[in-house]
């Protein structure tokens, strides 16, 4: 399965970003679809997870009420809307898929390459 993430970018302090996340394979209702974040140096932090059949969203404290996952069935895609980015957000944002709901990046199986979301001061 191969994760194909679009939609980073630079932006300034307070705008707003959409990630984009398209599985090469169908996604079926039991899985979750997540997005984590990297800094270089830092381990990989969880963002947002999906489950995919219920449409049942989990996020970090740190997004929650800025950030919202969603995803669209017929179009096999999930989403992360991003508002009132902060500079604390800049990071490289990577999209998975897991069996089963997790906020460790160890129990996903499945990653798209990431894409860098630069937000200025």
């Known amino acids: 399965v191969q994760l194909q993430a679009s939609g980073g970018g630079l932006v300034q302090a307070g705008g707003s970003l959409r990630l984009s996340c398209v599985p090469s394979?169908?996604?079926?209702?039991?899985?979750?679809m997540g997005w984590f974040r990297q800094v270089p140096g830092k381990e990989r932090d969880f963002v947002a997870a999906i489950r995919w059949g219920t449409t049942r969203t989990y996020y970090a404290d740190s997004v929650k009420g800025r950030f919202t996952i969603s995803r669209d069935s017929a179009e096999n895609t999930v989403y992360l809307q991003m508002d009132s980015l902060k500079p604390d957000d800049t990071a490289v944002y990577y999209c998975?898929?897991?069996?089963?709901?997790?906020?460790?990046?160890?129990?996903?199986?499945?990653w798209g390459q990431g894409t860098q979301v630069t937000v200025s001061s």
């Open positions: 998975a898929r897991a069996n089963s709901y997790s906020t460790s990046w160890r129990d996903y199986n499945f």
């Open positions: 394979t169908r996604t079926f209702s039991s899985h979750i």
